[in-house]
């Protein structure tokens, strides 16, 4: 033990504060100290006895555990006798003769020969000597086994010295640690959390996801594991790092809220489970206890809330000078209030020091608790419910359940004690909420994809569609419930927000003078000439003979010109009915008469005896009008920028030294011109960035550190495996990995600081998706209440809270990227848009959208967002009595409708009067022919794709064939519609857009749109260039009407092939993509046709006649 140091400073302290405190007892009183003569100690080797007051002191003094020692503390000496290796340790101590308030050190290196008995005369003999030397200071639950104790103890039987117990009295002064030992504590604490939060929790949240069955026993052999594990504990020794007691994990009714409980070998019951378990780091002790709570009721959320509710209480309460009693009272108290019928439940005790020792039995927080709490005491605060009772229940091991919760917490000056044991402990981060049967059912059915070979093709992708349709629909129904809420709530809100609303905001009026006599009395006044008084920011015209004073903030402009012998000035007000922007019309008294403009005309000539011509007063007061608006502008512009501002209380800063701080930090925006580096300090009310204050206004500001080299040195010659590379990339993951665990920690104590009300939001990296905001494309992540990002400037932070609904644009399959605009539940804020969101993330943006609650609409247009936010804030309740957000998609309900009759009418096949048919098929015999011809063709190639499919030449070959046909058809319907004198002509329609479209396209695409564009009658496939429906449209409505529905395709058909038939088909030099998508073209047109029969034919034929009349 040569090699071991002491810390001579700590031992003399310590050693000091023992002495000093001997001397202060008084004999009379309740303290032990003051009763004994000497203090002996003996420490024997008992590999069963983990914790004593022996080895507690020793430790308290040494720093080590010296077995086979005696330790007798007199007046005159400190006599200690040990082996010869521990004496040479202690040797360290020896020269105490420099300290005047300790006795000297007296060593005795052990004498095997004569079994110590000279050693112990001498020890004896120092102890008679020492006051009376009667009484003995003795730890009286200390007792070791083994034959130099048994024949210390024996000696001292035989001098018959009185004892007394004098453990309370040392674990009392052991109580208050040091800030070394404070710090030792917490980097145990901190083991505590890494091992409960890393492995525990994580191993539980496993068996339960898995629905495995593991043993208690098992989980806590897995801790006792994992604490030595460099895996789950990181920043500390781990060679000094040891189990304060066994790992306690208990569930399924059976319950023991007891630090002595052993882990049983039942398997892990998925109800109550509740967690106990301590690391010791350089033998000090650290303490957590959790209940992890499964599916858990609303009674056994209020409950647990409650349990929550008594800790923050007693946690208060605690602070240096308190009564112990006191505060186990203040605990009681509130439970008594809250839940009276629970106070049975409660455990008898709130908590115990903690220390060397895991429990100092005579320190707790208990009713009859006389000790007060001092600054520095570390506490094992433990409450819990025991033989609680669930109902809810289905099974027997879940009808008893108990909740348990326990920190390692510091006593401060008056302030509540502080939670050492970092770890989240509301009812969202213990909660474990699994999904019923039927919500599993359902998501393995969506999950569910089965990998099958190129045979099995159409399973895969039916399967595929049914499950995208599945989710669509759910996703759609939850969007429609929103909509509607979301009227209501907006409608709601809007309601109170007018009926709370200040009134309209009047242009300020500006007085210049409160009377005649502040008028100023200048000659230049009197002689009726332009004057400027800085003063009063007033200008003073002469009108009429008498000088009248305007204030600068009605001047509009001015202007001076020179013409000839004269300069004129000219000086423009405001009044009503003259642009001013916001503030238009806002004026006091609008109905009064207003001075509009004002000239004034001098001369530039100068008379005999005149120092200036008469023009420099104008030419004066020309200037300073310039410069005294000027001047008001600067002032409102200050006025108007800081009328918004949050208005900061007084910082208050904190006095205790343990406040959170994040050192090296740098701050966007740049508060000051250069960028300077600083540290951020939480205090009791705000943070504090250094001393330095910026004079902008800013919503977002910043704190981060730079991780790694900004410059790389491009001279030297990159190899894979240098070492001075390798080195270089393994500190910067150190450095990252402890700027991590700074910025977490930082995080954890503020929130714990301010009782959960500051929380830090961590981003989803998976939910994460690109978009431009502002310039660049950035990766956008949501966090549980935002949506940010953080890496570029300036930030992007929406808070989701302020959303009221997010629109989709420019959402069209043929481009590659779309936007989003964020519309704010506050209306007069300018909306926000992210741009070039890539098309293939759509779904996945919609999915997170719609977990969120938040509605979300799409569009194939981009908006005047500026001029749909005034519109709708002109006329709230109007645009809620019109639908209100509903325009967005305008479709939406119609379509719907309109798929409900479509379905009705296919289930009734089509059949014609016979007037009609008989008419019909005069003029469209021959097409009725070609079209059954078609169909049957169609058909028949259909039915060979799905079953052997063909390659590409035969669909090139086919699509021609078919636009052939589809041309010879036009000329008949133009020869048709010539022979008949244009009966058939296109009726006009009421929309400006209707009346735009030229017949033109109707000539080029008329058999497209009557044959292949609307719905069939007996077919419910669309084609996907559909731009209509059959002539199931009712007359012309708002939001679907035939024109509407034609304007569509028009749009389509122009800007594909500008008026021109699918050519895709026929185009020979069409890529690979364009033929793909011909195909599907094409194959939609055959489905069309392939169910219809001769009736199929007829239909086609009087869709015919009319298609020239419903579409273009």
């Known amino acids: 033990m040569s090699n071991i140091t002491l810390d001579k400073e700590t031992f003399s302290r310590r050693m000091k504060k023992l002495y000093v405190a001997w001397k202060a007892a008084d004999s009379k009183s309740e303290d032990a100290l003051g009763k004994m003569d000497c203090l002996v100690s003996c420490v024997g080797v008992d590999e069963d006895t983990l914790y004593s007051k022996s080895t507690a002191l020793q430790t308290w003094l040494f720093g080590y555990e010296l077995p086979d020692t005696i330790t007798v503390l007199t007046e005159q000496s400190m006599s200690f006798l040990a082996s010869k290796k521990k004496i040479e340790f202690l040797r360290q101590i020896e020269n105490g003769k420099d300290e005047s308030d300790l006795p000297p050190v007296k060593l005795y290196i052990r004498d095997r020969n004569d079994k110590d008995k000279e050693n112990f005369s001498k020890l004896v003999e120092a102890i008679k000597k020492s006051k009376s030397g009667k009484t003995l200071g003795v730890f009286v639950k200390d007792v070791y086994p083994g034959e130099f104790c048994e024949g210390w103890k024996t000696v001292l039987k035989a001098e018959k010295f009185e004892n007394v117990d004098i453990s309370s009295s040392v674990a009392l002064l052991m109580a208050s640690k040091e800030d070394s030992e404070i710090i030792t504590i917490k980097k145990a604490c901190l083991v505590t959390v890494d091992v409960f939060t890393k492995y525990l929790k994580d191993q539980i949240m496993e068996i339960i996801d898995s629905d495995k069955k593991v043993k208690h026993s098992k989980l806590a052999e897995g801790v006792e594991a994992a604490i030595s594990d460099k895996k789950y504990v990181t920043g500390v020794d781990t060679s000094q790092v040891d189990m304060c007691y066994p790992p306690i994990i208990q569930s399924g009714g059976n319950y023991s809220l007891k630090f002595s409980a052993v882990s049983d070998k039942n398997h892990l019951h998925f109800g109550a489970i509740v967690c106990s378990l ?3 780091y350089k033998s000090y002790c650290s303490n957590i206890v959790r209940t992890l709570l499964v599916n858990p009721t609303d009674d056994v959320q209020n409950n647990y809330n409650f349990l929550l509710n008594i800790e923050e209480e007693v946690l208060k309460t605690l602070v240096a000078g308190a009564k112990l009693s006191r505060v186990y009272e203040a605990g009681l108290d509130l439970a008594k209030k809250e839940k009276p019928n629970l106070v049975e439940n409660l455990t008898k005790t709130f908590g115990f020091v903690m220390g060397i020792e895991f429990r100092e039995s005579s320190i707790v927080i208990g009713p009859k608790a006389n000790t007060i709490a001092k600054k520095g005491m570390v506490f094992n605060v433990n409450i819990g419910l025991a033989n609680l009772t669930n109902n809810a229940a289905t099974d027997k091991e879940g009808k008893i359940y108990a909740l348990f919760i ?4 510091l006593v401060n000056e008056e302030q509540p004690a502080s939670i050492l044991t970092q770890s989240k402990k509301k009812i969202k981060n213990i909660g474990i909420f699994l999904k019923d049967d039927d919500e599993e059912e359902e998501d393995e059915k969506e999950n569910k994809t089965e990998i099958l070979g190129r045979g099995k093709r159409t399973a895969v992708i039916e399967s595929k569609l049914r499950t995208e349709h599945s989710s669509e629909e759910k996703r759609k129904e939850h969007q429609r419930e929103l909509a509607i809420a979301l009227n209501e709530k907006a409608k ?5 927000q007018s009926s709370g609303k200040d009134s309209e905001k009047i242009r300020k009026s500006t007085v210049s003078y409160k009377s005649v006599s502040q008028m100023p009395k200048e000659n230049e006044v009197k002689e009726l000439k332009l004057y400027v008084d800085r003063k009063y920011e007033t200008i003073i015209l002469p009108i009429f003979g008498v000088p009248v004073p305007f204030h600068i903030s009605t001047i509009k402009n001015i202007s001076q010109s020179v013409e000839g012998d004269y300069t004129y000035l000219r000086i423009n007000f405001f009044h009503p009915g003259a642009t001013m922007g916001k503030n238009e019309g806002n004026y006091a008294q609008p109905d009064a008469t207003f001075v509009k403009e004002v000239t004034y005309r001098s001369t530039n000539t100068k008379e005999p005896g005149e120092i200036s011509p008469p023009s420099s007063n104008l030419n004066t007061g020309f200037r300073l009008i310039k410069e005294v608006q000027k001047k008001f502008k600067t002032r409102e512009a200050e006025e108007r920028e800081k009328e918004d501002l949050v208005k900061q209380d007084t910082l208050i800063l904190s006095q205790s030294k343990g406040n959170p701080k994040l050192k090296d930090l740098y701050i966007r925006p740049n508060i000051v011109t250069k960028r300077m580096s600083g540290s951020l300090e939480a205090h009791t009310n705000g943070f504090r960035f250094t001393s330095v204050r910026g004079k902008k206004k800013h919503v ?3 704190f981060y550190t730079e991780v790694g080299e900004i410059t790389t040195d491009l001279g030297k010659h990159q190899h894979m495996h240098d070492r001075d590379d390798l080195a270089a990339e393994q500190s910067e993951r150190e450095l990252r990995h402890k700027l991590k665990v700074a910025f977490k920690s930082f995080c954890e104590r503020v929130e714990n600081m301010t009782k959960q009300d500051v929380e830090f939001d961590t981003p989803f990296r998976e939910l994460g998706f690109p978009g431009a905001p502002f310039r660049s494309t950035v990766l956008l992540q ?12 300036p930030p992007f932070v929406i808070a989701l809270e302020d959303v009221e609904l997010v629109h989709f644009e420019r959402v069209q399959f043929h481009l590659k990227n779309f936007d989003m ?6 209306y007069s804020k300018k909306v926000a848009m992210v741009n070039a969101v890539p098309m293939n993330m759509l779904d996945h943006v919609k999915e997170w959208l719609n977990s969120c609650d938040i509605r979300y609409s799409e569009g194939i247009q981009s908006l005047n967002w500026t001029k749909v936010m005034k519109t709708i804030t002109d006329d709230i309740e109007g645009f809620f009595d019109n639908g209100g957000w509903s325009f967005l998609d305008p479709e939406s309900d119609e379509e719907n409708a309109e798929q409900e ?8 096949a089509y059949e014609p009067t016979d007037a009609e048919s008989e008419e019909e098929s005069e003029d469209d015999s021959e097409y009725d022919s070609e079209a059954s011809d078609a169909s049957e063709g169609s058909g028949d190639s259909e039915e060979e794709d799905e079953e052997s499919g063909k390659d590409w030449s035969d669909l090139e070959r086919e699509a021609a064939e078919e636009d052939k ?18 009966r058939d002509r296109p009726r006009s329609y009421d929309s400006d857009e209707g009346r735009s479209k030229k017949s033109k396209h109707d000539k080029s695409t008329s058999h497209k749109s009557s044959s292949s564009n609307h719905k069939s009658s007996s077919s419910n496939h669309k084609s996907s260039s559909s731009g209509h429906k059959s002539s199931s449209h009712k007359s012309p409505s708002k939001h679907s009407s035939p024109s509407k529905n034609k304007d569509k395709h028009h749009k389509s058909s122009h800007s594909k092939e500008n008026g021109n038939h699918k050519s895709s088909h026929s185009d020979k030099k069409s890529s690979h993509g364009d033929k793909k998508s011909s195909h599907g073209d094409k194959k939609s047109s055959h489905s069309d046709k392939k169910s219809s029969s001769h009736k199929r034919s007829r239909d086609d034929s009087r869709e015919h006649d009319r298609s020239p009349k419903k579409s273009k």
């Open 700 to 702: 977002d500001v910043q």
């Open 821 to 826: 605009v964020f519309v704010f539940k506050d």
């Open 492 to 496: 709601e809100r809007l309601a109170k």
């Open 901 to 908: 009759e479509d379905t009705e009418e296919e289930d009734d």
């Open 278 to 280: 301590g690391a010791r």
């Open 406 to 409: 326990g920190d390692t917490v």
């Open 965 to 982: 046909k589809e041309r010879n058809f036009d000329r008949h319907e133009d020869y048709e519609r010539k022979r008949k004198g244009g």
């Open 782 to 793: 949501p966090t549980s209440g935002a949506l940010v990002n953080l890496t570029e400037w």
